[in-house]
């Protein structure tokens, strides 16, 4: 069990900018080492931004890219299409505009793929995958204003549930049928990256740095064996509890 870093930016855009610097150069650390690193990916407003980040940046590039496997923490059960899809909004911000092999891109299914509408299957598939695995290298993650990390909900079924990968029904954040990795398999990453802006999730992020039990607050559970950072705007930080700086490094 490691004790959670943190990191303050002084505002969203920064943050972003700065998160996709540290993962281009963690990425590019990783591969120097001869290994392919695997990444889970997030959904939501700064996970994506952080993608549209790499994208612009010069040292988008010095990213073997066909060396590069990556995972989503969570998919929102909707036809692959759809612009609600973390996969679609992961392509449009990055994926597609870099060579990736298409074989180590692992997306969740979509409703109307080869599982058809059988989220439970979907998510079993997902399981299988990984199962066997020696977790991930890095695991990106959002966190919501309830305390949700990936689509697991405050006292909801799947924070209970120590499977792989679970479907998720009734999700009190629309859509309301997902797939997620649950905890237990989010704590087999070596980092994971808790990377959030806004005022509104300062409340669920004091609760889990001031010691919130998982089953309230997902995101306390969110741990990584080596390392677990919390990637924050100035507004995220306003309610840290004491002992935490609340002052951006820039
Ligand atoms: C999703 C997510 C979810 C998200 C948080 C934060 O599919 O909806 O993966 O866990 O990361 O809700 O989202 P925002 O950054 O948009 O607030």
Known sequence: MNTPEIVLHSSPTLLAAAVAARLVTRIVDIQS????????????STGIDVLRYINSSPARDAIDWRRVELFWGDERFVPADSEDRNEKQARDALLDQVPLNPDLVHAM??????????????????????????????????????GHVASIFPEH??????????????????????????????????????ITAGEAKSGAIALALGGAGEIAIPAAGAIGKARTLWLLDKAAAVRLPSGFSRAPVA
């Open 33 to 44: 080492t001869g290994k392919i690193p695997s990444i889970v990916l997030t959904g939501g």
């Open 109 to 146: 299914a979509a409703s109307d793929g080869p599982f058809g509408d059988d989220v439970d299957a979907g998510a079993a598939a997902y399981a299988d995958l990984i199962a066997g695995r020696d977790g991930f290298d890095i695991t990106l993650l959002g966190i919501g204003p309830d």
């Open 157 to 194: 079924p799947g924070v209970y549930d120590d499977r792989l990968a679970i479907a998720v029904r009734n999700s009190p954040k629309p859509p309301p049928t997902r797939i997620s990795l649950t905890l237990p398999t989010i704590r087999t990453s070596d980092e994971v990256w808790v």
